[in-house]
């Protein structure tokens, strides 16, 4: 039987621009406690396209880029989307290799 978990989104449907508003921090969890381990970043973007909802996009590791004080375009290297049920709701999950300011079209070290 085919489970929602194993489809995959065409990131394309987010659209073009992708508005970096927030970036917060994904902690390790053992045994169903939240350590103080960072694991990863939560990049958050606005999406113009689609009225300004909003999506966070995991990577695994160190902070990429530096929190924004006003939105700046954005776009993702490896960029999934997915989908997953959690209490009867199906959720939109994203994750990513990489992110980088569009306007600097340069890629953090």
Do not use: W
């Not at 978990?5 to 992708?18: E, F, H, N, T, V």
């Not at 113009?48 to 880029?65: D, H, N, T, Y």
Request: proline share 5%; net charge neutral; charged share 30%.
């Amino acid at each position: 039987m085919l489970n929602i978990r194993d489809m995959r989104i065409d990131p394309a449907c987010l659209g073009q621009k992708k508005l970096l508003v927030d970036i917060v921090p994904v902690y390790e969890y053992r045994d169903n406690k939240r350590t103080d381990t960072v694991v990863a970043y939560r990049y958050i973007v606005a999406l113009p396209e689609l009225r300004l909802e909003k999506i966070g996009v995991k990577i695994e590791g160190r902070q990429l880029l530096d929190k924004p004080e006003n939105f700046v375009e954005v776009e993702f290297d490896g960029l999934e989307v997915s989908a997953y049920e959690s209490q009867g709701h199906t959720q939109i999950t994203a994750k990513a290799t990489g992110v980088s300011l569009v306007s600097q079209g340069k890629k953090p070290v």
